[in-house]
């Protein structure tokens, strides 16, 4: 893994959010964006989709689609973004990665094995007795998971705490908090985006998957939040909004976030799509939580490896530039 170079953060400082001037302008992305460092994450995240789906079929059913949508993001963050240290899980001199929806744990998992935390082989004991992968992730249980998810909308209001801690300690390192769009709708995430707009805290970075799924039908139809980034830049944020499922907008926006110079904390929202990678699994109309039957599995697989291929044989979109 990569370990990026970080700006020094600014003593924490309580008061009105800062002005909403214009940002430093983003980095030249020109180098950091090279195809093989871009080819490089899309194969970690071929393997954090496989290994979901080699964990999922232990029990036969789990929150597997949000497993294959969020790949992408977090292959860039585990091979590329984050200062980690698997000999030493519990380093000072860590960036803290937040998963606030637990039930996103498959993803996890297959994530931290990627970023050589677990042997491949262990995933295949996911949610089953005395295994160090419960089915919704918890910090106790398993080395790498720095909260106990499940109890959606409090993930931001820890990651404020951590943010905090880490300013008072002088530290450099950075606080990713990973919530879903459906956690837009409990109020403590939004008492959290104000306390982290009022305390300025430009260590925290927050992920947003915006895959528009919740249990009961579309988030937009539930509770919509739209604009979601107007409203984060109205509670003192930075604001960014890209496709979640293209690794190279992905790294590009989560680089700009980390190296900007501005005193306001910053969110992803990364627009993602159920079951990615896997076509049957993206047109099933019951995705939050959905069962794969024993002969699909291996479809799945062939599914998977062919759309990683395609992708993998296609150009990249700035090749047209």
């Not at 893994?1 to 700006?7: F, I, L």
């Not at 871009?38 to 789906?53: D, G, T, V």
């Amino acid at each position: 893994m990569s370990t990026p170079q970080t700006p020094p953060v600014p003593e924490a400082t309580a008061g009105p959010p800062a002005p909403q001037a214009a940002s430093t302008p983003a980095p030249d992305l020109d180098l950091a964006l090279d195809p093989e460092r871009i080819a490089r994450i899309q194969e970690a995240a071929y393997r954090i989709r496989r290994n979901s789906l080699i964990q999922a079929e232990v029990q036969g059913q789990g929150y597997i689609g949000q497993a294959l949508d969020i790949a992408d993001v977090l292959a860039v963050l585990f091979t590329d973004q984050l200062h980690l240290d698997p000999l030493d899980p519990e380093s000072e001199d860590r960036d803290r990665f937040q998963l606030s929806i637990g039930h996103y744990a498959l993803a996890l998992y297959a994530a931290l094995t990627e970023a050589k935390f677990f042997p491949l082989e262990e995933l295949e004991t996911y949610a089953t007795d005395d295994s160090r992968f419960p089915m919704s992730s918890m910090r106790t249980y398993t080395p790498g998971v720095e909260i106990s998810g499940g109890s959606l909308g409090h993930g931001l209001g820890i990651a404020n705490g951590v943010a905090m801690g880490l300013k008072r300690k002088g530290s450099d390192r950075f606080v990713y908090n990973l919530l879903s769009d459906g956690e837009l709708g409990e109020g403590s995430t939004w008492e959290a985006a104000a306390v982290a707009g009022h305390h300025r805290l430009d260590n925290l970075i927050a992920i947003v998957d915006f895959n528009d799924q919740q249990a009961d039908g579309k988030s937009t139809d539930m509770l919509s939040m739209e604009p979601v980034a107007d409203k984060f830049e109205a509670f003192g944020w930075i604001a960014r909004r890209c496709d979640g499922n293209d690794v190279a907008a992905v790294l590009a926006a989560l680089i700009e976030l980390r190296e900007i110079q501005d005193p306001r904390p910053r969110v992803l929202i990364a627009d993602t799509r159920l079951g990615k990678g896997v076509d049957f699994l993206e047109d099933r109309e019951k995705l939050h939580f959905m069962r794969v039957e024993p002969e699909e599995w291996a479809r799945a697989h062939e599914t998977l490896k062919r759309s990683h291929q395609a992708l993998a044989a296609s150009p990249r979109k700035d090749d047209a530039r």
